[in-house]
């Protein structure tokens, strides 16, 4: 249900320090050796990007890195659905049986904290408010990660993140799921990618008989500024591992947008996204407000793939 960051999950500090070091000099050399790497990953990218898009509660993407230890990551993900699942006739529910998402605000408050240099664990608490509806706590999950350290020096940056919790049947057609999310991002002078290959399980609700389900992410982006990046992120849930829905039936939501990189302390993401399956919701705007604090003041280093 979730994926972090709005920055594609790349530490703060990471991206700060990546930026200092190649604003002011030239990279024309560094971004033509990249080029053609740049284009095989994006095609794998969005070969393999799809996802479920967290339904709408933190709309993000995962990056390979992890939160600094003794820091914690403090944020804030609001979505509004602009056109959605709407009512039935005289219903308080939509077709599916679920409180409507058309014209709902989503809430999701996201506390990370570093464990050591190559591990976190998050924690989730989701909320929607919709007119007549009132504010209502949706659910909660837990999220630990683990990524590759520094010192084993690979040329991507790698992580594994597995996803437990529990939301209400009124909000989702499955109550208790589990997620194991592989990632893997590069930075490439300006350019950013990053893919998820997540798989989900459901333990109780509709989809316990589908088994194992395939809803992967992506995002490509470009650094225009020191402070001003935009680009692409990608969402959909295929179905079944081995036996995808078709595709009038697949979840799959485009988003364009942008990361603000003011500060080290601070993570400012924003987008717009459109769903052109009948089974996706059509139309939202999301944003993330993120803010760092360093419990020893220590500046960590982050992962080769922001080097």
Request: hydrophobic share 40%; proline share 4%.
């Amino acid at each position: 249900m979730c994926a972090r960051k709005g920055t594609a999950g790349r530490s703060i500090l990471g991206i700060w320090n990546h930026r200092s070091s190649i604003y002011g000099r030239g990279q024309g050399s560094r971004e033509s050796r990249a080029r053609a790497s740049l284009f095989v990953l994006i095609a794998v990218l969005f070969s393999a990007a799809a996802g479920h898009a967290q339904n709408n509660y933190e709309i993000q993407v995962y990056g390979a890195d992890t939160v600094a230890p003794a820091s914690t990551m403090v944020e804030l993900h609001s979505n509004f659905t602009i056109e959605g699942a709407k009512p039935l006739p005289d219903s308080a529910f939509a077709q599916d049986g679920l409180y409507p998402t058309n014209h709902a605000e989503h809430e999701t408050v996201e506390i990370t904290t570093g464990l050591n240099e190559w591990s976190e664990v998050g924690f989730y608490i989701f909320t929607s408010e919709r007119s007549g509806q009132g504010v209502q706590w949706v659910g909660d999950h837990i999220r630990p990660r683990v990524r590759a350290p520094d010192r084993w020096h690979w040329p991507v940056g790698v992580s594994m993140s597995m996803e437990f919790g529990y939301q209400r049947r009124v909000f989702s057609t499955d109550t208790w799921t589990l997620e194991l999310r592989p990632i893997i991002d590069k930075q490439m002078g300006r350019w950013y990618l990053a893919t998820n290959l997540a798989v989900d399980r459901s333990f109780h609700g509709q989809s316990v008989p589908l088994g194992v389900t395939f809803a992967p992410a992506g995002k490509v982006s470009y650094d225009f500024t020191r402070v001003v990046s935009a680009g692409l992120e990608y969402y959909a849930d295929y179905g079944k591992f081995f036996d995808p829905a078709t595709l009038h039936n697949q979840q799959q939501q485009m988003f364009v947008v942008s990361d603000l990189n003011v500060s080290p302390k601070w993570e400012i993401n924003f987008g717009i996204g459109i769903g052109p399956t009948s089974a996706t919701d059509h139309l939202i705007v999301k944003m993330i407000l993120g803010r760092r604090f360093d419990w020893t003041h220590n500046r960590a280093g982050t992962s080769k793939s922001m080097q």
